[in-house]
């Protein structure tokens, strides 16, 4: 279950400098999809998320990938969307262990005040449909559709945990 950021977490995009969670939001709602880019199930969305992102791209919200990678797999795994949309790195899944994340991907809407105003976890497109109007009505912003026929049938994200190191 989604939990609020603690003030001092910080997110780092794969370009440009680090900042406290409370920095990202001190001006617009933060909405981030969260991404696995060692899982199928992450990958399946990549697409549908980077359409509901970009949805938010002119309106008064930041938009951003949080990727449980270095920015290396970052950019390999999103591939253009590393560049169109501000992609946090989280090698240590620091961020998304702090933001409560059990599965990804995900979505997460931070409010201004760096709470956590709605998290989905997985794909359940209904549920990110609710999220996603319920910031559109907060934005006073056009809502996006979902789903699109050529979205990924609903399905349960897949653990967001670190691999574990092989026994020696």
């Not at 995009?13 to 920095?23: L, S, W």
């Not at 938010?56 to 919200?61: G, L, S, V």
Request: charged letters at 20%; proline letters at 10%; hydrophobic letters at 50%.
């Amino acid at each position: 279950m989604a939990t609020n950021p603690p003030p001092d977490l910080v997110l780092a995009p794969i370009r440009g400098g680090p900042h406290a969670v409370a920095q990202w939001v001190g001006m617009f709602h933060l909405l981030i999809v969260a991404v696995d880019p060692f899982s199928e199930r992450s990958a399946w969305l990549v697409d549908t998320a980077g359409r509901i992102l970009t949805q938010y791209e002119q309106a008064d919200c930041r938009i951003a990938w949080l990727v449980g990678g270095a920015p290396d797999e970052a950019r390999l795994f999103l591939g253009p969307w590393a560049e169109q949309i501000m992609t946090f790195a989280d090698p240590e899944l620091k961020a998304i262990g702090a933001l409560g994340l059990e599965k990804l991907p995900a979505i997460v809407l931070i409010a201004l005040d760096s709470t956590v105003v709605d998290a989905v976890e997985g794909w359940d497109p209904d549920r990110w449909r609710e999220l996603t109007e319920n910031l559109s009505r907060v934005l006073s912003w056009s809502k996006p559709v979902i789903p699109l026929a050529s979205d990924p049938a609903p399905f349960e994200g897949a653990p967001a945990t670190a691999d574990e190191e092989p026994a020696a």
